[in-house]
């Protein structure tokens, strides 16, 4: 099965349950990869968090039934997955922008969302610069955030996170326990539940964890490291959308269930000759 083909049965699988308890674990079987992974994922080729794309499919399906059948309200906010008539009215709301029982009058204007259906087109106008390589685990020490899954926002969270870093004089420190490769300072999305993941701005190291600092593992395993140039963040974040939506669905790879890794090297970063690396942890299908 190529990665198409698991995105689409994701999503296939996401429309048969929307009015059933989406099992999670099923969820990232038809991925082929992890829930962390398929957030991610999905949330750079939809453009949207996943989370949002079911509550759209939802509400679009509650204001079918609202308008063509004579169901309680609240009776569909429960077939949606909503215990309360104030957490379906607020859901409901958020996508049509009025409450369910506006939406049974005549001639009101809701909002659908359809399935989606994604269709790669590979541009190939500009080379992505990569190599294949397994490593042992290793040790990184530094200072951690802990993020929901939402890729937008993270966008402009995560680049804060290291400013707040910079100002407090804290990179220094981390870079003086770098004694282990990879060289350089690291920035580390580590797998949690799917829903929401830990991001560590690190050093490899084998050096005992100062205080106020937290330590993790990164696990054996292999990784598509890829060249990254240009000023930060946009660069990275420009890479890391080519890589899941044109690089890994041709590649004969897919995302495994390890850390994303990036490693940033001396140099002004808002150059547009700035060098940094992107890890992508994958295995052959």
């Not at 359809?114 to 397994?134: A, C, D, F, S, V």
Request: glycine share 6%; net charge positive; aromatic share 12%.
């Amino acid at each position: 099965m190529d990665w198409l083909d698991g995105f689409h049965q994701a999503i296939q699988y996401i429309e048969d349950n929307l009015e059933n308890h989406m099992d999670q674990k099923k969820l990232s079987q038809k991925a082929n990869c992890s829930l962390f992974h398929f957030n991610r994922v999905f949330s750079y080729v939809a453009g949207i968090p996943l989370s949002q794309y079911i509550r759209n499919r939802k509400m679009t399906r509650a204001g079918f039934d609202l308008q063509t059948t004579d169901e309680k309200i609240m009776d569909i906010g429960l077939k949606y997955g909503y215990d309360s008539p104030t957490a379906f009215n607020r859901a409901f709301k958020g996508v049509h922008g009025m409450a369910p029982s506006k939406a049974r009058k005549k001639g009101v204007q809701l909002a659908a969302f359809p399935p989606i259906r994604l269709t790669m087109h590979i541009k190939g106008n500009q080379k992505l610069n990569y190599r294949i390589e397994t490593k042992k685990a290793f040790k990184i020490v530094g200072v951690r955030q802990h993020y929901k899954m939402d890729i937008e926002k993270n966008f402009a969270e995560v680049p804060k996170f290291w400013r707040r870093t910079a100002i407090k004089g804290t990179i220094p420190k981390i870079l003086k326990l770098n004694n282990d490769d990879p060289k350089g300072l690291l920035g580390v999305s580590t797998c949690m539940n799917g829903k929401d993941f830990d991001y560590y701005i690190a050093a490899a190291t084998t050096l005992e964890t100062p205080k106020k600092f937290n330590a993790y593992t990164i696990p054996e395993g292999t990784w598509a490291i890829f060249e990254c140039k240009g000023p930060l963040p946009t660069a990275i974040q420009e890479l890391q959308n080519r890589i899941v939506t044109e690089w890994l669905p041709t590649s004969g790879y897919a995302y495994a269930d390890a850390p994303d890794i990036e490693v940033y090297f001396e140099g002004n970063q808002q150059s547009a000759d700035y060098r940094c690396d992107v890890w992508l942890p994958v295995v052959q299908r």
